[in-house]
């Protein structure tokens, strides 16, 4: 990366998280690496199995045994997150990055009142006011995600899934983290609501300058919020450009297929049809991971794995014939 | 070299086993293995014991009475003269018998009760259930020594089936509330799609599903069996004459055995059905663990 | 005499008590009209968000539950009158494919099981063709191989692999109608087009028509003919598909069209859009989408609207604008 561009808020490199299994050890994320700059909406996206939620889990430091943080480096503000004990790590989390996980909106306390959860998420990582300046500070996250002051009082029950979905965005930048990590923000959400909550992103990040990391899996969504996208594989990074280059000229194939797949709102096309033989993570041939899609292999892409590496300004791709 | 087999499109963080009778043999389980090591070693005690070990040795009056451990009687013998060891030998096997008989009945009744009325809900379920909690209610030793006193001395099969009354309300329970989760599965309504007949889902679908559960709640029905029989026994009631461990130790105290010091007659039986409980223990816990992962990921947690 | 295959005429469906209270009674459908044609082979789609009914529209037909009030006509027969025999004939006629691949199969059996159960059940075996011979050519027909997926157990697949699976069984029975409950909503987006490719294969090549319930206008846009739009246990527009989504009336439906992330970044949402705060219960009167309609009037709110076709096309749409 050259130094003329704005200070990275996260820098991961070549990330690598396995689980052992009982037929061998999946490489959930294998080389990743990747930066997100202040202000700006990284999105990432990828199917099932690709690892993106993997990942996730990997930069806040959240995997569980058996799975293992391999090797790599998570550079958050200039800390290498990887090498922080618990207690100056539980600071960060929170204050520093926070997480909207998936299924986030059913993970609500359902016996406590809305006000209450936030501001009891917010005393746990310190935050020491008094009651009124406590209910003043939640009220007016309740507005920045566009919720009434009614909310301040309901219990989660109350809330359709939309509602609970901003409350869990309000308590995600209840203490102005420089990242957010959303990951699904939007799955179970019929498509009205899922656009309110993508434009209150919207608004946040306008608001706050906050950075993101959007994961996801729908293509169009990425389309309206993100600014660079980076696409996922089999644990690994294929393609990483800014949003207007991926879907006006995607380069890696794989890129290609899940650009043609998005199916038009607008108008009538033949369905674009592929096969689907995934790779087994626990052996995967070498070489490229695509290469049982791809359209376009050659004896290269089945011995050497291709590299991510520059083509044009902001632009990566992993493909030997890119 | 690489195998580019199909995997499963699920994400690996999330995806864990499920339950079912194929899930227990992936995982080494010490607590299974030792319960089923020293259920093993007791059944062997008492079916290669007998072919090793003539009955003579059980006999009335077959040698001195109330002798202690001695090269001929290794266990001594009891006030009637009978070898304490012989008499252990051919005891075990009719102790098991009641409990397998008994849990095994009380199981089979019990689970099939359980998912008839878990599958069809409403009034058949309402009956059974009500009907299974007023049973789990009452102390069941009580209303066995009223029905074994009335009946006298009877026949193992006899003492089992009375024994086995009382234990079918646990599996049905046990059963009914995992059959009242599982009738809305998406695999139940292609059945339905199928063609298949209600008694078809719940006998080929469902059930093999709950193996984990029936098979955790025959081994509890068969202590429970084993207890009660071992309770009636002590009490002075139930079968009277052929020979248990129980029935040993009964005989052993009504002839004061502890006071007179005579402690080879009361010591092995009670060594040997201690072993039978906790190795019953521990095979119930394994199997419960395999019925609810969420114990198992707890105790593997832990490594 | 019906002249339509499947016929649903003015279906209601309530839950609840027998209690007329409003609050106490859910009403998941109300009056729904909706009929595929004996032919052509038509897939027809119905697309509704969550709360709108789909899924009771779902378990109507397939005979699971019976009406409050109205009939499912099937070939002019009552789908809730039938018993024993007709019942089975029914269910050969009728299949269904579902939305989790996992769920639908039981996984103490291989998937085999599934086919099996139809076999016996349908006397496939009896009839003189070789059942097994009948398995592989409708797996062929969904482009696997028998040889990759038979004697393998469910979670040793993929969920592509799987739904075809499911679609292979419906097909063996040479249905006239397979309803299809979102059956690409939890396949990944690359592989969609695979299966919904099936389902217009099936349409074209065995005349079967399909009824495809889901929540993605798009994938419905662009592979069913026709459609009803459902709102809240109202059919709030219906016609032919492209005529409905590329000239939509209803406010509901165009907000929805609005609301789908147009996969272009110079085209991206501007205007905010307010849902008109938590929306529950249920009008007494009036349209049921009075509440969240930017166009509303006053008449909107004292009756409700019937549908009113449009000009020279398949197409009605129910409101007064």
Sequence with gaps: MTDNHPRVVLDVENLQVQYPTALGDIVACRNVSLQVYRGEILGLVGESGCGKSTLAMAIMRLIQPPGRIVQGRVVLEGTDLLSLKEGRLRQMRWQQIALIPQGAMSSLNPVMRIGEQIADGMRAHGVEQSRGQMDNRVLDLLAAVGLPRSVHNMY?????????????????????????????????LDVVVQRLVIQTLMEIRQRLNVSMLLIGHDMGLQAQLVDRIAVMYAGRIMEVAPVEEIFDSPLHPYTRLLVESIPSIKERKPLRVTEGLMLDLRDPPPGCAFQLRCGQTSEICRSIEPPLLQVAPEHYVACHFC | MASTSIFPQKDPVVDAPRPGARRILGR??????????????????????????????????????????SRQNPLGTDTAGRSVLVMMIYGTLPTLTIGLIAGGVGTIVGASLGLIAGYYGGPI???????????????????LVVFASYLGDMSIVTMSAIIAFFAWPWPARSVRSQTLSMRELAYVEMAKLSGCSDLEIIFQELMPNLLPYIASSFVRAVSQGIMASVGLQ???????????????????FSSAALTRGLWWWWLPSTIVLTILFIALFLVTLSLDEAANPRLKAARRGGE | MSQAL????????????????????????????????????????????????????AKLVLGFT?????QILFAGQDVADLRGAQLIEYRRQVQAIFQDPYEVFNPFYRVNHVFDQVIKHF?????????EEAVKTALNMTGLRPEDVLGKYPHQLSGGQRQRIMIARALMLRPRLILADEPVSMIDASLRAMILEILQRMRNEQSISFLYITHDLSTAYQISDKIYILYRGWIVEQGDTARVIENPQHPYLQLLIDSVPIPDPSQRWDSAISLGGAVDGREATGCPFYSRCPARTRRCLTKRPSLRPIEGEDHQVRCYL
């Excluded at chain 2, 007998?50 to 001195?64: E, H, I, Q, T, Y």
């Design chain 2, 125 to 143: 379920d309402t009956v059974l259930h009500s009907v299974a909690d007023i049973l789990l209610g009452v102390p069941s030793l009580m209303v």
């Design chain 1, 156 to 188: 989660p029950h109350e809330l359709s899934g939309g509602m609970k979905q901003r409350v869990c965005i309000a308590m995600a930048i209840s203490l102005h983290p420089s990242l957010i990590i959303a990951d699904e923000p939007t799955s179970a």
């Design chain 2, 234 to 252: 002590m009490l002075g009631l139930g079968s009277l004459t052929l020979i248990t461990l129980a029935l040993m130790l009964s005989n052993a």
């Design chain 2, 28 to 69: 080494v389980n010490w607590s299974l293995v030792l319960g089923i090591g020293l259920l093993l070693g007791i059944l062997l005690f008492g079916t290669a014991g007998r072919l090793l070990v003539s009955r003579d040795g059980m006999k009335l009056g077959a040698s001195d009475f109330a002798a202690p451990p």
């Design chain 3, 123 to 131: 006397q496939l075996a009896d009839k003189g063709d070789d059942p």
């Design chain 3, 6 to 57: 499947l016929d649903v005429k003015k279906v209601t469906k309530a839950f609840g008590n027998g209690l007329l209270k409003s609050q106490d009674r859910v009403v998941a459908l109300d009056s729904v009209d909706l009929s595929i044609p004996h032919e052509p082979a038509t897939i027809v789609a119905v697309a509704g968000e969550s709360g709108s009914g789909k899924t009771t529209l």
């Design chain 3, 66 to 70: 019976k009406p409050t009030a109205g």
